[in-house]
């Protein structure tokens, strides 16, 4: 598997912010969302078995697959080693492919919005993370076809690198939520915290 970095720190978004945390970060994603702020493509080969002693070096139950997009690499037999390890095991995804049956927390962040011809084919998640650019309707979000909502559904603030727009974008975040209360908002706390 190619792993572009595995660190310890605090989850900053969703339903486990604040939570110490594992971070498995693999390399590669099937989309290019204009606004991704992660360098994904570089990283190492490792065995799952390299993976999970690098885990279990850090004292977090919680271990978080994310990307790019971990669906290209994660495999049920990685999640398993995990829980053998007495670990959970938490991934954010984007949804267009399926993931092993044994994950503990689905993330669903789905980017139809921002690339075209994007299609959803998970049918359950644990909580919808929706990246908001203070333009687009996030319910058009969760028009997916078989898919069962979520009670959690937390919409982000897209975070442009510009403070001005950030601004505007974070006011037009907590004004959307106020006016549809199923939402809440989710910031990223590592990024204000300045927490690596």
């Known amino acids: 598997m ?20 594992v971070f498995v970060r693999f390399s590669g994603c ?6 991704c702020d992660t360098r ?3 990283g ?10 690098a885990v279990v070096r850090h004292p977090a139950r919680l271990v978080v697959i994310t ?38 927390w689905i993330t669903l962040s789905p980017k139809g919005a921002y690339v075209t011809g994007v299609e959803v084919v998970l049918v359950h998640a644990d909580e919808v993370k929706v990246v908001y650019d203070g333009i687009l309707d ?15 559904l937390f919409l982000q603030p897209c975070d442009t690198g510009d403070p001005d727009r950030n601004a505007l974008i974070v006011a037009a975040s907590v ?22």
Not at 2 to 21: D, R, T, W
Not at 44 to 53: G, K, L, N, P, Y
């Open 67 to 104: 990307g790019g997009e971990p669906s290209l690499q994660l495999t049920e037999s990685l999640v398993e080693a995990l829980h053998a390890a007495g670990r959970t095991v938490a991934v954010e995804t984007n949804g267009t492919r399926m993931l092993p049956s044994n994950v503990d």
């Open 138 to 152: 996030p319910d058009r979000q969760l028009s997916i076809p078989g898919f069962h909502l979520p009670s959690l």
């Open 30 to 35: 099937n989309l290019h969302c204009p606004f």
């Open 40 to 42: 994904h493509e570089g």
């Open 2 to 21: 190619k792993v572009n970095e595995i660190f310890y720190s605090l989850q900053g978004e969703g339903f486990h912010s604040g939570m110490p945390a």
């Open 175 to 196: 004004d959307y939520v106020k006016r549809h209360p199923q939402w809440r908002l989710s910031l990223q706390i590592h990024k204000l915290l300045n927490i690596p």
């Open 44 to 53: 190492d080969e490792m065995s799952e078995e390299e993976i999970v002693a």
